[in-house]
């Protein structure tokens, strides 16, 4: 069992990692003229692992704080996501949510390395 939970933590990192380079680097290679188009589908894949990650971590007990730092991030990426598909504007908000994801995700992984240490 702890190893699914350190599974999906690393599921998550990775995850929310891939996507904050994703919405970090593409802008700028679409200054470049290489005929590259933003595809919102991408970004809402990555929404949709880490809200499985979130999920499944959250039927495991994890941190009152942690969890609620997992969900606002969520929450704020799946927004974002929303929004850029209805509206074709990019928020930046979604910067925040993919590092709370992280930052959430490496707690939860660090917290649940130290309890099997000590086990």
């Known amino acids: 069992m702890k190893n699914k939970s350190a599974f999906l933590d690393i599921l998550g ?5 891939l996507c904050l380079i994703h919405c970090i680097v593409f802008p700028m290679l679409t200054i470049i003229p290489l005929g590259l188009s933003h595809n919102h589908w991408i970004d809402l894949v990555f ?3 880490g ?3 979130v999920i499944r ?16 991030s969520i929450v704020l990426i799946i927004g974002c996501v929303i929004f850029e598909i209805v509206s074709h504007h990019h928020s930046n908000l979604i910067y925040f949510g993919a590092f709370g994801l992280i930052t959430a995700h490496f707690l939860n992984y660090k917290k649940h390395r130290e309890n099997e240490s000590k086990s």
């Open 13 to 17: 990192i990775s995850s929310a990692t």
């Open 57 to 72: 971590i959250g039927q495991k007990q994890a941190n009152r704080y942690t969890m609620l730092l997992f969900w606002v």
């Open 51 to 53: 809200l499985y990650a």
């Open 47 to 49: 929404a949709l692992i």
